[in-house]
T-cell receptor, first 116, second 118 residues
Framework: GENVEQHPSTLSVQEGDSAVIKCTYSDSASNYFPWYKQELGKGPQLIIDIRSNVGEKKDQRIAVTLNKTAKHFSLHITETQPEDSAVYFCAASIRRSGGGADGLTFGKGTHLIIQP | GAVVSQHPSRVICKSGTSVKIECRSLDFQATTMFWYRQFPKKSLMLMATSNEGSKATYEQGVEKDKFLINHASLTLSTLTVTSAHPEDSSFYIC??????????????FGAGSRLTVL
């Protein structure tokens, strides 16, 4: 089955600086890579996702890059703000041609701390 | 947007009793829902895939008789933890596929249910 590795486990950055979280996956059939933000005591919230037919996607201060050959993808947050502090999870799954997706395999999570 | 509602958000029960957690898709139909388990400061582990009108598909190592899943309608899946023990204490989270107008089929998560077994 799929195995997703995520680094670092904890990341502390100064407010206004950028944060980068990296993930690798093992199953070359995986073609859908979402990133989730989870605040304490809450369920994960999708913040951005990328499919294997593109190499980069950006949404305001958040961007995700994908390298299919190396089987790794990264989350980039620029101009970090205190409200960005949370646990971030990368995930991978296989999206079927019918439109559905298998259950996600998650990385272990990164606790992002934004220092004021 | 898609909303997945979980109930209860917190439950405390005695060892040996059974607990049912509900997962509802509020404004869309979900033929498939997923149940995850999360330990403190750990990642989410997929437990099972719940399919409307058919049996759930369990991940390796997950006891089917322990974690009963029923997906009787297109908007409701339930997880019943039977004969609960302290080691079953965890954060249980469900998710459902949402296609929407774009047909993107993203997975939307509920807020989770924290189970504490005394």
């Amino acid at each position: 089955g799929e195995n997703v590795e995520q680094h670092p486990s904890t990341l502390s950055v100064q407010e206004g600086d950028s944060a980068v979280i990296k993930c690798t996956y093992s199953d070359s059939a995986s073609n859908y890579f979402p990133w989730y933000k989870q605040e304490l005591g809450k369920g994960p919230q999708l913040i951005i996702d990328i499919r294997s037919n593109v190499g980069e996607k950006k949404d305001q201060r958040i961007a995700v890059t994908l390298n299919k050959t190396a089987k790794h993808f990264s989350l980039h947050i620029t101009e970090t703000q205190p409200e960005d502090s949370a646990v971030y999870f990368c995930a991978a799954s296989i999206r079927r041609s019918g439109g559905g997706a298998d259950g996600l395999t998650f990385g272990k999570g990164t606790h992002l701390i934004i220092q004021p | 947007g898609a909303v997945v509602s979980q109930h209860p958000s917190r439950v405390i029960c005695k060892s040996g009793t059974s607990v049912k957690i509900e997962c509802r898709s509020l404004d869309f139909q979900a033929t498939t829902m997923f149940w995850y388990r999360q330990f403190p400061k750990k990642s989410l582990m997929l437990m099972a895939t719940s399919n409307e009108g058919s049996k759930a598909t369990y991940e390796q190592g997950v006891e089917k008789d322990k974690f009963l899943i029923n997906h009787a309608s297109l908007t409701l899946s339930t997880l019943t933890v039977t004969s609960a023990h302290p080691e079953d204490s965890s954060f249980y989270i469900c998710s459902a596929r949402f296609g929407g107008s774009s047909g993107a089929n993203v997975l939307t998560f509920g807020a989770g249910s924290r189970l504490t077994v005394l």
